[in-house]
């Protein structure tokens, strides 16, 4: 498997794809790869000529009381999935290549990534536009592939992209979900045996709020009486702007049980 680490070694491999007429399908990820992701490598496979997905830990995207230190780090394992798809190239950069010294710059996308997470995580969205403007300049993919379990960063991503002119396809992914329901994270590594019954509730109650069967009050309580510990938000809102108005046809709900934060999403019943 070929490993690239450095930007230059990456625009080298990619610039004979270009005369060759090749596609170039890409994967973002932050490693510890679960089912979701390989659905993500899948798909990128089946859309263009060459996959080629990325393993980075993006500290920006991480305030300080977060999960930075602690994130899985599967390095290995990861390689040896991907791998077994058919992958033969992954990027693998590392913190210094990626923000050298004295690196200054952001990218901002103001109004989609006020509401929501925005609000209960405002460092995040920056981090996140940041780093995936990077790496979609650093290869220019012409196709990007991401799962719609982080809905809100996939509508984000998409603003950025046109906005920018970055001549890439955006293409979400179905969430993938385990045999209960539950969306695949790599946080789920975090959930004990005792919280896993919890957290296949999440899916269960946000089923019901997309479905009209309960308000959002309701389904907050629902939350904290399955046993979550706190609720930051459990809303019905506009999938384009994330906001009460409009037409509401996104749930989307983010939980804590203990120290562990999930999310998940779906499509409104109309």
């Known amino acids: 498997m070929h490993i690239i680490k450095t930007v230059a070694d990456l625009r080298a491999w990619r610039e004979p794809l270009w ?31 060459i996959c080629l997905p990325y ?5 920006k995207q991480f305030a300080e009381n977060e999960d930075l230190a602690a994130y ?3 390095l290995d ?34 109004d989609i990534s006020k509401p929501l997470e925005g609000e209960y995580r405002p460092h995040f969205f920056q981090g996140v536009t940041t780093i995936v403007c990077k790496m979609l300049l650093q290869c220019l993919p012409e196709i990007t592939l991401l799962g719609e379990k982080d809905f809100q960063q996939l509508q984000v991503i998409r603003q950025m992209v046109r906005d920018l002119n970055i001549p890439t396809k955006i293409n979400g992914v179905e969430t993938v979900r385990d045999h209960h329901g539950l969306a695949l994270s790599s946080r789920n590594s975090y959930l004990s045996a005792d919280d896993y019954p ?31 510990t706190k609720v930051d ?38």
Not at 19 to 40: C, N, Q, R, W, Y
Not at 258 to 265: A, E, P, S, V, Y
């Open 72 to 74: 899985p780090k599967t």
């Open 19 to 49: 005369p060759d007429g090749k596609i170039l399908s890409f994967v973002p990820t932050m490693g510890a790869l679960h089912e979701g992701h390989l659905e993500l490598v899948r798909v990128g496979l089946d859309q263009a000529d």
């Open 55 to 59: 393993i980075f830990v993006n500290p």
């Open 233 to 270: 938000y459990c809303t019905l809102c506009n999938s384009h702007s994330f906001k009460a108005e409009g037409v509401l046809d996104r749930a989307l709900v983010a939980a804590w049980l203990g120290d562990t934060r999930l999310i998940d999403n779906m499509p409104v019943s109309m």
């Open 77 to 110: 394992d990861d390689l040896e999935k991907l791998r077994s798809l058919g992958i033969g190239t992954v990027y693998v950069p590392d913190i210094a290549e990626i923000y050298p010294q004295n690196f200054q710059t952001t990218v901002t996308v103001s």
């Open 198 to 228: 919890i957290a296949v509730q999440l899916n269960k109650i946000l089923r019901k709020l997309a479905f009209h069967e309960i308000n959002e009050e309701q389904a907050h309580q629902a939350l904290l009486d399955a046993g979550f």
